[in-house]
């Protein structure tokens, strides 16, 4: 819905909110715009949502400034334009959850239907020539892939013993990017050569996929996991019906509101396997000027004929997990998949995964997936640290749910319970004992962004929902990435962290596709007899246990990295409290 702010008129997109908390909201909020033909008529290359079709009239035809305070000044994002040769106002997609109409609540066990487009008139295969792109194709952007700039396995193996990446980002000085992955490096040659692969995602543009692919690489199998439905579905069909090596997977989402969020690919080599774990969609905009995270995997290499049983596993459990995670998609394509990671020694691997899957868990079950899933591998795999209510939860995220008319509903009871586990301690902390400070972007953050206000698009959060929730504002600070020179791309990613008070330490870090939402994290029902998902979400887990040997379980982070500055909002008006660096970006041993 259209709003007026002293910034000038703006649309709010809408979130992916849970709405069982409000007895007059059973529905999902919308924009105020409507797209028939789901983003055809507006520019839209890829079944998307609200948010998306927005920020695409947006790039259209931009924002313009009615305030006067502005009259005499050049805006910020402007500068930069003009300043910084090839910046535009691009869009991501949101993480909202679509609208869901009459879809069924129920706990049964999500099945998965594997789909072969039928079209009355069969169309020749296209060769993947770049010079043949439709006039509408925006001309493509040219990263340099690993090979041009630095040798590939120093980039991978020499200086990043954690695995995590950034991505790139157009606009900003070079020197940023210096160690940071576009899509085109990690589908590199270098990487491996690409037999097979499956990419799992939340929004995908098909062509634009295929063209991030080396050309030697273009007509290789690939899967797509998708969540789309009835119209969005249709669309994804066409998109993939000219290439026939591409096969598709739906997800299904039995419980309303929710999404196959999850970021992913699996990539199979002659050499070997790799697991990326992300943040980012598979339209442009995602790699182009946003801050987004990744987990590479090591290459897995092919265990010996007839190894069975437990063989190649790692200290944290990730291969068994990751097999399981694709096994509850109910999928004979995905069980292929399964079988395969089985035929490799994943030994290397030493982060942990955190996954959600849609559906109503009891017993023993509530503990497999979302925050619960969180909270017991902080307790079996972290030990207690002194003065640790002193340790506060950090969240940043790109979208933000309804979470109950007071923070006791959710985000300071169960949530934070699972966050603030540490050791098998049976300790209860007092509720006010642990802070909780959330990292959202502000108006003027977007204004400011390499992007513009389109950014907005993926940063969904319905007035509607934030008006039942005033109470959520006095938890927010700016979004700031100085050291990493990504104040200006404003973030995609998701990271959820414990730093010491001074912030020279930290107990545990997650980079994960799951925003701040009972639909991506789970609630508990029934008297806490129950925990209710309706997302897949999937994410990797950074504990000191499975890195460091000594000491009281913490990763150090060098002062000189850590900055914070005066200013926040709180409600409606602004006032002085403390913003947080994106820490995610410094963590080092």
């Given amino acids: 819905m259209s709003q007026e702010s002293e910034h000038g008129k703006w649309t709010v997109s809408s979130s992916d909110e849970s709405t069982e908390e409000n007895n007059d909201a059973e529905k999902p909020s919308t924009s105020s715009l409507s797209h028939s033909g789901h983003g055809k008529t507006s520019g839209s290359q890829y079944p998307c949502s609200e948010a998306r079709k927005v920020g695409h009239k947006r790039k259209a035809s931009p924002v313009k400034f009615n305030d006067t305070s502005f009259s005499t000044e050049i805006s910020p994002a402007k500068i930069q334009r003009t300043s910084q040769e090839g910046l535009g106002w691009c869009l991501s997609s949101s ?71 950034v991505t790139k980002v157009k606009g900003i000085k070079s020197k940023y990017n210096s160690g940071a992955l576009h899509i085109k490096d990690i589908l590199s040659p270098l990487f491996g050569t690409l037999v097979s692969s499956a990419q799992f995602n939340y929004c995908i543009d098909v062509e ?27 669309e994804l069909h066409a998109q993939a019906h000219p290439y026939e090596n591409v096969r598709l997977c739906q997800a299904k989402l039995d419980i309303a509101f929710g999404t196959h969020h999850t970021k992913m690919m699996l990539l199979l080599y002659e050499e070997g396997l790799r697991v990326v774990i992300h943040t980012s969609n598979l339209i442009d905009a995602d790699w182009d000027q946003k801050t987004q995270g990744i987990w590479l995997s090591p290459l897995y290499p092919r265990l010996p004929h007839g190894t069975t049983g437990s063989a190649g596993e790692s200290v944290t459990n990730f291969k068994s997990d990751l097999i399981h995670y694709l096994m509850s998609y109910n999928s004979p394509t995905l069980k292929e998949w399964a079988d395969i990671i089985q035929e490799h020694d994943l030994s290397e691997t030493r982060v942990y995964l955190l996954g959600s899957t849609p559906g109503r868990y009891q017993g023993n079950q509530k503990e497999k997936w979302g925050h619960l899933r969180f909270r017991k591998l902080l307790k079996e795999y972290t030990s207690p640290i002194p003065a640790q209510e002193s340790w506060p939860v950090i969240g940043q995220f790109s979208s933000i749910g309804s979470m109950g008319a007071d923070q006791s509903k959710w985000l300071c009871s169960e949530f934070r319970e699972s966050l603030v586990t540490l050791g098998s301690s049976v300790k209860t902390l007092a509720k006010p004992d642990v802070p909780i400070h959330l990292i959202y972007p502000t108006v003027d953050n977007v204004r400011q962004s390499l992007e513009g206000y389109p950014a907005g698009g993926s940063l969904p959060y319905s007035i509607q929902t934030a008006q039942k929730q005033l109470w959520l504002h006095s938890y927010f600070h700016k979004w700031s990435a100085e050291t990493s020179g ?52 999937l994410g990797v887990l950074f504990l000191p246990s499975a890195f460091i040997a000594h000491g009281f379980g913490i990763f150090l982070i060098p002062k000189h990295l850590i900055h914070m500055e005066t200013c926040g909002f709180h409600h409606k008006s602004f006032k002085p409290t403390v913003r947080f660096q994106h820490l995610t970006l410094s963590l080092l041993p």
């Avoid at 700039?149 to 020499?158: E, M, P, S, V, Y």
């Avoid at 104040?487 to 990271?495: F, G, R």
């Fill in 95 to 165: 993480d909202e959850e679509p609208e869901s109409e009459g879809q069924p609540q129920h706990a049964q066990k999500e099945a998965v239907k594997e789909e072969k487009y039928s079209a009355p008139k069969k169309q020749p295969s296209r060769r993947f020539e770049d010079d043949e792109l439709p006039v509408s194709q925006k001309p493509e952007k040219h990263y340099k892939v690993a090979s041009e700039g630095q040798d590939t396995w120093d980039l991978l193996n020499g200086g990043n013993p954690f695995r995590f990446f």
């Fill in 208 to 234: 634009w996929l295929i063209r991030q692919y080396p050309q030697e690489f273009r007509k290789k199998p690939l899967l797509i996991v998708h969540g789309e439905k009835r119209e969005s579905k249709a």
């Fill in 486 to 537: 990504r104040s200006h791309a404003m973030p995609h990613i998701k990271t959820y962290m414990r730093p010491s008070p001074d912030f020279q330490k930290i107990a545990w870090f997650l980079v994960t596709s799951a925003n701040l939402s009972k639909a991506a994290w789970g609630a508990l029902e029934k008297n806490g007899t129950q925990l209710m998902i309706r997302s897949y979400e």
